[in-house]
C-alpha cells in the first residue's frame, strides 16, 4: 500500500477557522468532506463517485489547494484547472473566492479518447458533477430527486404508489445507492444489481438497502413475497446486468419498473463487461483498455437490448441520466431511444419552477445544526405538503455521510427565502457554524445536456450551451462563494456542459446580500431557460414572480 492509499481526509469541525475567512474554511472544509471515506466512492485515488469523478487532479495538488486555501485572503480569488491549483488573482471582496473549470475540451475534441490520453499526461481531471465542485455531500445528495422521479412515476402509472410493485435497476454506486431507499421510501420493492458486493455492503451499512443476495433465484423470489404482501424492500443483488437481466427474461420474470444507475457514460471505468470479474477486468483495464472498452460496449448493448424486451413486455422503462442509450445506439442498437429519460419524462415541471436539489451543509459538524435547519424549513413553508413530508422522512430514514447535511428541492423565490433565513440563524448563534449552501449541476438552469436534462426541450434546443455559461456569469457576478464549469458529467465527454456554484451563510451582512442575489439569479435561470423554450409554467413562473425577459411577450 502506497502512503496515499493510506491518507485519510476528513473535514475540519467547530467554529474555529483554519484560514483567513469563513468562504475559504468551507471551501477546505467541503474539499476534504468531498473525499471522506464515509463519503466518497474510491477516496485513495481522490474518486468521489460517478465512475472517476474527482475533487483534485492528484495528491500534489490536493495538498497545493489546501494550502492555497489556507493562506487566500478575503479579496483573493483561487483558480483551479480541472483539480490543479493554477493561481491566485487580486480581486475583491464580493466575488467568489475559487472559480473552477473542470473538464473542458474544445467541442471538436471532446471525446473519451482524447479525455484519457490527456488524463494519462496528467493535465486534466474528471470533475463529474459536485466532485470536482466540491459540494458532494454522499448519497444523500441524490435520494431525493430520486425519490421524487420514482413518486412521479407511482403517480403516472401506479395510482400514486409504489406499494405493490418491483423496481429493477443495476448499479449501487455512489448516486446509484440512492435507489433502494427511494423505492423503500416511495414503499416499494426493488432490486438493484451490483457487480461489487463492496458498494452493497456500503449502502447495507449506511442502511440505504436491507439485504445483499447473491442468487438471482432467491431475490426473485423474496421480492415477489414482499411484493404479494406490499411490503416495502431493497435487495442488492450481485451480479453483472448484462448478464442477468437476459437470465430474468429467460426466467419469465418482468418488473413493473426498469432503469440503471451503473457508470456506463464511462465504458472504460464505469461499467465491467460480462464474464469478468471485478479482478480480471481491473487486469484487462490495465493491459489492455481498448479491448476493455469494446467489451463493455458490446455488454451495455446487450443490457439496453434486454432493458427494450423488458419494456416491451410492460415494464416501466427509463433511462435514469447515465447516457446508456445513446452508448447501445452507437453499438448499433437502432431502437435504444425508445424508452425515455427521466428528466422528460418526469422531472421537466420541477425545473420550469426554478425547482432542482438545493443542499446544505453544517460546518460545524455538529447534527443539531441540520434539526435545527429541518425545523426552520418546515415553519417557513406550511403550506408545502411534499416538503413537510419529505424533512420528516429524511430526518427518520437518512443517515448522515461526513458533515451533516440536508438536501430538499426548493424553487425560484424559496432558495433567497430559506437562505436567509439560515443567514439569520448564524448570526444569531442559535447554529454554533456557518452553514454552506449549494446544489448538484443537475438542475433547473445550470446544464446542457441533450441526452437528460436538455433532452426533448419544446422548442429544440436541446444542445446549446449558452445557458450553463450564463449561468456561471451570473452566478459569479452575482457573488457566489465559489463557481465551477464543467463538461461530461454524468453522461461522458461530449455529451454535456454544466455550471455548479456555492454560497456560504457566514452571518454577516455581506453574506445575506450575497445569499439574496445568488439565490435569486440561480434559481432564476432555470426558469428563464424554460420560458424562453416556450414551457407554459415556466412562462406562468417568471411572469408571476416578475423575473424580467425582455422578449417573454
Ligand atoms: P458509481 O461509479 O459510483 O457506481 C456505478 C456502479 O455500477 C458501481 O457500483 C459498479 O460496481 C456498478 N456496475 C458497473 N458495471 C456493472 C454491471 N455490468 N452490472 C452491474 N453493476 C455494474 O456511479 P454513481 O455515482 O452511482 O452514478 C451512476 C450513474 O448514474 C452515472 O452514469 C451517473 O452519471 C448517473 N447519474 C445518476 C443521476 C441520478 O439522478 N441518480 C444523476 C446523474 C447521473
Aim: net charge negative; with cysteine; glycine share 10%.
Amino acid at each position: 500500500m502506497s502512503l496515499n492509499e493510506e491518507r485519510i481526509c476528513r473535514a475540519p469541525r467547530g467554529s474555529k477557522l483554519n484560514t483567513k475567512g469563513w468562504v475559504q474554511e468551507a471551501a477546505l472544509r467541503m474539499l476534504m468532506n468531498n473525499l471522506d471515506p464515509e463519503v466518497a466512492e474510491h477516496p485513495s485515488q481522490l474518486v468521489v463517485y460517478g465512475g472517476i469523478g474527482k475533487a483534485a487532479r492528484n495528491w500534489a495538488s490536493y495538498d497545493a489547494i489546501v494550502q492555497s486555501l489556507t493562506t487566500l485572503t478575503n479579496d483573493e480569488t483561487l483558480l483551479i484547472q480541472s483539480g490543479k491549483p493554477v493561481a491566485v488573482f487580486r480581486t475583491h471582496p464580493d466575488a467568489p473566492r475559487i472559480l473552477l473549470a473542470n473538464s473542458n475540451l474544445v467541442p471538436a475534441w471532446a471525446h473519451w479518447d482524447i479525455f484519457h490520453e490527456l488524463d494519462q499526461k496528467g493535465l486534466i481531471m474528471y470533475g463529474q458533477m459536485t466532485a470536482g465542485s466540491w459540494i458532494y455531500i454522499g448519497t444523500q445528495g441524490i435520494v431525493q430527486g430520486t425519490y421524487e422521479t420514482f413518486a412521479e412515476c407511482a403517480r403516472q402509472h401506479f395510482g400514486g404508489t409504489l406499494k405493490g410493485t418491483i423496481t429493477l435497476s443495476a448499479g449501487l454506486g455512489g448516486m446509484g445507492g440512492a435507489q433502494p431507499l427511494a423505492i423503500t421510501m416511495n414503499d416499494g420493492v426493488f432490486i438493484g444489481i451490483d457487480v461489487d458486493r463492496t458498494r452493497i455492503e456500503k449502502r447495507i451499512q449506511s442502511k440505504y438497502c436491507d439485504v445483499l443476495i447473491e442468487t438471482m433465484e432467491e431475490a426473485l423470489s423474496m421480492a415477489e413475497a414482499a411484493r404479494s404482501t406490499g411490503r416495502p424492500l431493497s435487495i442488492g443483488l450481485l451480479g453483472n446486468a448484462a448478464e442477468l437481466l437476459p437470465r430474468m427474461i429467460a426466467h419469465g420474470f418482468v418488473p413493473d419498473i426498469l432503469t440503471d444507475q451503473t457508470s456506463a457514460h464511462d465504458p472504460l471505468n464505469g461499467y465491467l463487461p460480462d464474464g469478468f470479474t471485478l479482478e480480471t477486468g481491473r487486469q484487462l483495464r490495465l493491459e489492455n483498455p481498448q479491448e476493455y472498452i469494446v467489451l463493455a460496449k458490446k455488454s451495455i448493448a446487450r443490457h439496453v437490448e434486454a432493458m427494450l424486451e423488458l419494456q416491451s413486455k410492460g415494464a416501466v422503462t427509463f433511462d435514469y441520466g447515465n447516457n446508456i442509450r445513446q452508448v447501445a445506439y452507437d453499438q448499433g442498437v437502432s431502437r435504444a431511444f425508445h424508452f425515455p429519460g427521466f428528466v422528460p419524462a418526469y422531472i421537466r415541471p420541477q425545473f420550469c419552477e426554478g425547482k432542482g436539489p438545493f443542499r446544505w451543509v453544517a460546518l460545524s459538524g455538529d447534527p443539531e445544526d441540520i434539526y435545527k435547519t429541518d425545523a426552520a424549513i418546515m415553519q417557513a413553508f406550511p403550506e408545502n405538503a411534499g416538503l413537510q413530508r419529505w424533512i420528516t422522512l429524511a430526518r427518520e430514514k437518512i443517515a448522515f455521510q461526513g458533515l451533516p447535511a440536508r438536501i430538499c428541492w426548493l424553487g425560484y423565490g424559496e432558495r433567497a427565502k430559506f437562505g436567509r433565513i439560515i443567514n439569520d440563524m448564524v448570526a444569531s448563534g442559535e447554529l454554533s457554524a456557518p452553514v454552506v449552501i449549494g446544489r448538484d449541476h443537475l438542475d433547473a438552469g445550470s446544464v446542457a445536456s441533450p441526452n437528460r436534462e436538455t433532452e426533448a426541450m419544446l422548442d429544440g434546443s436541446d444542445a446549446i450551451s449558452d445557458w450553463p455559461l450564463l449561468n456561471a456569469m451570473v452566478n459569479t457576478a452575482a457573488g457566489a462563494s465559489w463557481v465551477s464549469l464543467h463538461h461530461g458529467g454524468g453522461v461522458g465527454m461530449g455529451y454535456s456542459q454544466h455550471a455548479g456554484m456555492v454560497v456560504v451563510a457566514d452571518g454577516t451582512k455581506e453574506a445575506e446580500a450575497r445569499l439574496e442575489r445568488v439565490l435569486t439569479t440561480d434559481p432564476g435561470m432555470g426558469v428563464v431557460r424554460h420560458a424562453d423554450a416556450g414551457y407554459p409554467l415556466a412562462v406562468e413562473t417568471a411572469r408571476a414572480k416578475g423575473i424580467r425577459m425582455p422578449m417573454l411577450d
